[in-house]
């Protein structure tokens, strides 16, 4: 599954079954179709013979997991037993049900040899449609200007998204122009910025109808090119231009290196333009700008406390550079690439109260004015980074919206460079001495996250990181390091977050607090207890690391109809009014205990509406609706029959952290423990080096983002040295 800084499951169904006898009614074949869907255009694929439909394949990869996903299969099964678009959808899935109808009515019409339809005609002005986007605060609103049944114009007037980043602000930029261009709601969302792109694609969508247009037939296929570009000599072809593949292409120009980057998304920046910034230890740089030249912590017990979380002194001397490269790194870029940081100690440790000026702070563009909800807005950083290392060769190049998919190998077997395609369908060689892998891992690939993590977890990171970086590595006989280290997830929330208005933002923060509190009984999806466990070894509660160790990342909090009845005639309890839901929160203001909340029966409709909240009458019940053992439900429940509300409390994950086995030098090694000479990991694509299965990333603050710069450096002056050595 490709994109989204979010939360979606791409749900590909197909089942075949025997046609029913009918009349000779289509061309027998494959035929696709689009309609807008409640996240994205739905896509139907039906095969026909002469007589019947054959097998449909149903793509709701942009619609909600827990609704749209979770009804495929159901419509899939309809569709084959009408033979027909004439079904009865299923409930609580309307809009995707309604939306597969009518793509499946167009692709039969194509079977049939029925030609695309005129357009049902828009009227000449500007129309106002709405959609949710990615904002956790409101929805997406566009201004629509259509003249001569064209859309002239396309103006984003209330969305926020952008409170979140610096996504919607790339989707706006570049599909916008495309759709107006192409005359096409077909056209692809913006890798990296999904959500936003299905959000502005479906205003538009609303704004058809509002022009009295049928927004179904504004999805003319675009077809793509088929060209191929070589490019060739360069020295060092950096794939995915996020923090650690950014800083690496910065050292291994400033050794001389010729560098060509290779970036997915329509932005560079990846998670390291969301983070608030690294670890970093005694550099010269902070200490002189905010703590008086002095030091200002102890690195032998940094590395002690490291090695002893770990378990091991087995990457005891990359561990080593981790700890003592953390500063030197820092100033490095500061000095040679102009970054700046705000201070040291805004956020202490969660492990060690003590090292509180362990993490320090990027500072944000415009004087600090312009932070997120999840820290400072610092692509420009980034970005000043890159032009000043472009300009140490006149060769040095990047291209964004341009995935990396495989390695290119000579006869050899060596490593000579990367497959590529642009996003219009271009196919691209480049060709170079040494590649280095900094794909930010693999929160994107749910086949990924079920094989070495147990289950998919909610995205709070970019799920442009698939794993493909540690795909290539192994295909050129990488090995692989900790890739059971848990997901980095500093946050919980709702499973599903509701983006519309079925909810006010009030209404959604109670919703939230059901789900966050930590006084109330919780029990896993396997019916057992659960608990605030400090599993975890982290001192702060409110971050909620310990949800990683509930299975499937998951738990359900648990309310019994009198509490319910309690909350509606008293209100919220003490540790309900104050649950926090952090960088995820809506927006909306909790009611202070005690004050009655008398609409909560509509808050728990809504949340079952949307996933949230499973109602059940007695346990055999509830066992039934969680699909876990009724003995051991009954058992953790004492038995007590009675209405139970179950609100699920999911994690949001920042990315993964198991990654290519690396050795000091960040080259890749084989399962033997040699090293690829001319292959290069970093960043989360090689993060397990430093940490261990079973357990959370080591959690001191701001580490991951430290070993961007450490691993970048290293990575970028060796493949540089390497170049010249040859
Ligand atoms: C909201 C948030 C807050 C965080 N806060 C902190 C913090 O304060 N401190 C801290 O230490 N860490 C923090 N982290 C974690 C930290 O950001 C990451 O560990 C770090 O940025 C990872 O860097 P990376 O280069 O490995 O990945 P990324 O920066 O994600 O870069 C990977 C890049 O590869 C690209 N890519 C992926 N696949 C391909 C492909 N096939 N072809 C081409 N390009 C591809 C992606 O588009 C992306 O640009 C935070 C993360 C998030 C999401």
Known sequence: MKDKLCLFLAMV???????????????????????????????????????????????????????????????????????????????????????????????????????????????????????????????????????????????????????????????????????????????????????????????????????????????????????????????????????????????????????????????????????????????????????????????????????????????????????????????YYVENFGFEFEGMGLLGSFVVPEWTKLWCVFTGDDNNTSWNILGPNKTYQFLRALDIAKEMNEKNDYLTELTASTLIFDEEENIIGVNAEYYDGTQYEIYGESVILATGGFLGNDQMMTEYLGSVVNAMGVTVNDGTGIQMGKSAGGATYMMKTLPMVHISQVRNLIRNDDLTADQKAILSALALTMDQRMITNQGTSWGNQNQSGTTDEAITVDILFAPDYMYYVLYTQEDIDGIRANGLSAGQASANSMFLSQGGTLPEAGVAVADIDEILAVGQQYNNVIKADGIAALAQALNCDEAVLSATLDGVETSYYAVACTSYAYGTVGGLDVDANMNVLREDGTPIPNLFAVGQDSEGVCNVDGKAYTPWGGQAQSWTFVSGQIAGEQAAQLTREE
């Open 13 to 331: 169904m197909v089942v075949s079954l025997c046609a029913v006898p009918a009349l000779a009614a289509y061309v027998p074949g494959s035929y696709t179709a689009q309609a807008a869907g409640y996240g994205d255009a739905v896509s139907v694929t039906v095969t026909v013979d002469e007589t019947g439909i054959a097998a449909v394949v149903l793509d709701v990869s942009g619609e909600t997991e827990a609704i749209g996903g979770a009804a495929a299969e159901a419509l899939v099964q309809q569709i084959l037993a009408a033979q027909s678009a004439e079904i009865d959808g299923v409930s609580g899935a309307t809009v995707t049900s309604n939306a597969v109808k009518r793509a499946l009515k167009e692709a039969l019409n194509q079977a049939k040899g029925i030609e695309e339809g005129e357009k049902q005609p828009v009227s000449d002005g500007t129309y106002t449609g709405s959609a949710v986007g990615f904002g956790l605060r409101g929805m997406m609103k566009a201004e629509v200007t259509f003249k001569d049944n064209a859309i002239a114009d396309i103006v984003i007037v209330e969305e926020t998204d952008s409170l979140t980043g610096e996504w919607f602000a790339n989707a706006e930029e570049l599909l916008i122009p495309r759709i107006i261009e192409n005359q096409s709601l077909a056209v692809d969302a913006i890798t990296g910025a999904t959500s936003s792109s299905n959000g502005i694609k479906n205003a538009v969508a609303a704004a058809i109808h509002e022009a009295g247009g049928d927004s179904n037939q504004w999805y003319t296929q675009i077809s793509k090119r088929d060209d191929k570009v070589v490019l060739e000599g360069y020295d060092v072809v950096v794939v995915g231009m996020g923090g650690s593949g950014i800083l690496s292409y910065c050292a291994a120009a400033d050794q001389g290196a010729s560098v060509f980057g290779i970036e997915a998304a329509g932005k560079i920046g990846g998670n390291s333009v969301c983070t608030y910034g690294p670890m970093a230890l005694n550099s010269q740089y902070l200490k002189d700008t905010f703590n008086e030249g002095e030091d200002y912590i102890n690195a032998d017990d940094v590395y002690n406390t490291w090695i002893e979380y770990v378990g091991s002194e087995d990457k005891e001397d990359i561990i080593y550079k981790a700890v003592n490269n953390s500063g030197t790194s820092l100033d």
